[in-house]
């Protein structure tokens, strides 16, 4: 009787674990690898992107999004990883595009990775945050998430906020909301800048280098690639008098919850590095999108 309600728990469990984790059938639903397709490598329920002397490799979504939420779970370049930066991001295409990113830059072994976040809007970025994170993210997976809708983008990991760009039209500031995105996830070198400011080099005797990824998650409003602009931002907005309702417009979503404000608070205390908001020599004067009261 205990060891069959213990089996059923153990597949239980089992299941759980399997079905949380995401598999490789949504990768490739989702996605494809972009380039250097033989560093890209399907391993079960994981997929690896790899770095050596030869090449990077990347992977990019099949569709474009307007708003949502996308999700994965990464686990980063164990040991020595100074000089590689993995991305994920989202990127609309053209000069005048949108781009929300996440690079995680590399560091030489048991020195802290950083986590850069940057915000382009109509081709315009030179919004750099920089933060360590509060666990070893090489050790095991975590999930790093971009949540978009018309009135905030939100940067979540293990869906803690670690930044929010609000849209603040009303100050004249511009908000990404009329070009749909893919989806994109990429490793590379960047030893002439990632790691201690470019002057930890790549130490290639320790390549290949390796991101491994599960769980892809793409919960937004697609975007047929054939079809117009206004159509995309009609067919992705909410509309009362068509009975359209997403998720992500509901009244909730618009801004944080208390919860969540004190979790960025909290991160933004105890993790920032840098932020451009308070980097006076690169703005003598503030940018316009930045808080004046808290400055975060
Ligand atoms: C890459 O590294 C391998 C092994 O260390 C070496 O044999 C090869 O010449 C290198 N290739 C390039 C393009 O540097
Ligand atoms: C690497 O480690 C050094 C020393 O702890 C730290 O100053 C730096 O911010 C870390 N991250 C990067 C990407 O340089």
């Given at each position: 009787?205990?060891?069959?309600?213990?089996?059923?728990?153990?597949?239980?469990?089992?299941?759980?674990?399997?079905?949380?984790?995401?598999?490789?059938?949504?990768?490739?639903?989702?996605?494809?690898?972009?380039?250097?397709?033989?560093?890209?490598?399907?391993?079960?329920?994981?997929?690896?992107?790899?770095?050596?002397?030869?090449?990077?490799?990347?992977?990019?979504?099949?569709?474009?999004?307007?708003?949502?939420?996308?999700?994965?779970?990464?686990?980063?370049?164990?040991?020595?990883?100074?000089?590689?930066?993995?991305?994920?991001?989202?990127?609309?295409?053209?000069?005048?595009?949108?781009?929300?990113?996440?690079?995680?830059?590399?560091?030489?072994?048991?020195?802290?990775?950083?986590?850069?976040?940057?915000?382009?809007?109509?081709?315009?970025?030179?919004?750099?945050?920089?933060?360590?994170?509060?666990f070893d993210p090489t050790a095991d997976f975590h999930s790093y998430s971009i949540?978009?809708?018309?009135?905030?983008?939100?940067?979540?990991?293990?869906?803690?906020?670690?930044?929010?760009?609000?849209?603040?039209?009303?100050?004249?500031?511009?908000?990404?909301?009329?070009?749909?995105?893919?989806?994109?996830?990429?490793?590379?070198?960047?030893?002439?800048?990632?790691?201690?400011?470019?002057?930890?080099?790549?130490?290639?005797?320790?390549?290949?280098?390796?991101?491994?990824?599960?769980?892809?998650?793409?919960?937004?409003?697609?975007?047929?690639?054939?079809?117009?602009?206004?159509?995309?931002?009609?067919?992705?907005?909410?509309?009362?008098?068509?009975?359209?309702?997403?998720?992500w417009d509901e009244p909730v979503m618009s801004e944080l919850s208390l919860h969540?404000?004190?979790?960025?608070?909290?991160?933004?205390?105890?993790?920032?590095?840098?932020?451009?908001?308070?980097?006076?020599?690169?703005?003598?004067?503030?940018?316009?999108?930045?808080?004046?009261?808290?400055?975060?």
């Amino acid at each position: 009787m205990a060891s069959c309600a213990m089996k059923i728990f153990i597949f239980c469990f089992a299941f759980a674990v399997l079905v949380g984790l995401g598999s490789s059938r949504n990768f490739e639903e989702l996605f494809q690898p972009s380039w250097a397709l033989d560093h890209v490598m399907f391993e079960g329920e994981q997929l690896k992107l790899k770095l050596d002397n030869y090449s990077g490799a990347g992977f990019a979504s099949k569709s474009k999004y307007m708003f949502g939420k996308t999700t994965i779970q990464i686990k980063l370049v164990e040991g020595d990883s100074a000089g590689t930066v993995t991305a994920f991001y989202m990127s609309s295409d053209g000069s005048n595009h949108n781009e929300f990113d996440f690079e995680f830059l590399g560091n030489t072994t048991g020195e802290p990775y950083l986590v850069q976040t940057n915000i382009y809007v109509n081709g315009v970025g030179n919004r750099e945050q920089r933060m360590n994170l509060w666990f070893d993210p090489t050790a095991d997976f975590h999930s790093y998430s971009i949540l978009w809708n018309q009135r905030q983008v939100v940067f979540l990991v293990d869906e803690t906020p670690i930044r929010v760009y609000s849209n603040k039209e009303f100050k004249g500031v511009p908000f990404p909301k009329d070009q749909p995105m893919g989806v994109y996830s990429s490793i590379w070198n960047a030893d002439d800048w990632a790691t201690q400011g470019g002057r930890v080099k790549t130490d290639w005797s320790h390549s290949p280098f390796i991101s491994t990824y599960t769980g892809f998650d793409i919960n937004a409003c697609e975007c047929p690639l054939a079809s117009a602009p206004e159509e995309n931002s009609k067919r992705c907005s909410s509309s009362l008098a068509e009975g359209r309702k997403y998720w992500w417009d509901e009244p909730v979503m618009s801004e944080l919850s208390l919860h969540q404000s004190h979790q960025l608070k909290w991160v933004h205390a105890n993790h920032l590095v840098y932020d451009y908001c308070t980097d006076s020599a690169r703005f003598p004067v503030v940018p316009l999108e930045c808080d004046h009261h808290h400055r975060f």
